[in-house]
């Protein structure tokens, strides 16, 4: 039904997932610039980069949302990538490896939870950096501010911030409290486990820094946090999906 025969499959190997940040020429000679929006909301100085930076696109490029709450530009001429990165640094808009701050941040997704969803038990969309600001504390001290972590927050068992497939993933369970779950693999070939139920923002800080501080100095090469955690047997690799929901294995 095709009308022609299709090339052999070639191999392809996922090494990544996520938002890239930053410029990238195109194929067609146009650029694209991703940009990090925290959770998803565009707001003050961001929102009034933005729609600048549409009035400078308008009848050419376009602005687009990504599957991890980030934005991308694309399809911006030469002639106005200069304007549009002098939107970005009047305005603060993280956008490279130096403005998003930590590995933690460029990596993090919530929910939108309470107040707004009437399902969620806790908070996430409101409540997730400000854990994140704590870590990247942590992380700044064990030299790993900037590895890339993926950390994901929901308000509920229905998991619409997919906790299930982050390194570090936590699932409300009453405001303040969050079950804790750990070691999925970077790429997403590997769900979570549970580690902790009922957790506060200080538990988490306490059973965290010891942890970050071993994958500082005791990680193989290029190996990564969700790996680490499996190959220390801080927990057991979730190898089948049914057996997700089941109590901890430490």
């Known amino acids: ?5 299709l090339e052999p499959a070639k191999p392809y190997k996922f090494e990544h997932r996520g938002d890239f940040h930053g410029w990238v020429k195109g194929s067609d000679g146009l650029w694209n610039c991703g940009l990090l929006v925290p959770i998803g909301r565009v707001k003050d100085s961001s929102r009034t980069c933005l729609r600048k930076i549409a009035e400078v696109l308008r009848g050419q490029g376009a602005i687009r949302m990504t599957c991890n709450q980030g934005v991308v530009l694309e399809g911006i001429t030469e002639a106005k990538k200069a304007t549009v990165q002098r939107l970005l640094n009047e305005h603060k808009v993280m956008h490279s490896k130096e403005t998003t701050i930590s590995g933690l941040r460029r990596n993090m997704v919530a929910c939108v939870a309470l107040p707004t969803c009437p399902l969620a038990f806790a908070e996430a969309e409101r409540y997730l950096p400000t854990l994140v600001e704590r870590l990247e504390a942590v992380t700044e001290r064990c030299g790993i501010s900037q590895d890339d972590i993926v950390i994901r927050m929901t308000g509920c068992p229905n998991s619409c911030g997919r906790p299930s497939m982050a390194e570090i993933g936590f699932i409300g369970k009453a405001p303040g409290t969050y079950n804790m779950y750990l070691g999925a693999d970077f790429v997403g ?16 800080i306490k059973i965290l820094t010891p942890m970050f501080a071993s994958y500082g100095q005791e990680r193989e090469k290029t190996e990564r946090f969700g790996d680490f955690l499996i190959r220390k047997k801080k927990v057991k690799p979730m190898t089948y999906g049914r057996d997700w929901w089941s109590l901890p294995e430490v």
Do not use: Y
Request: hydrophobic share 45%.
């Open 1 to 5: 039904r095709l009308g022609f025969k």
């Open 189 to 204: 070939h590997r769900l979570n486990a549970l580690f902790a139920e009922s957790v506060n923002e200080d538990q988490i």
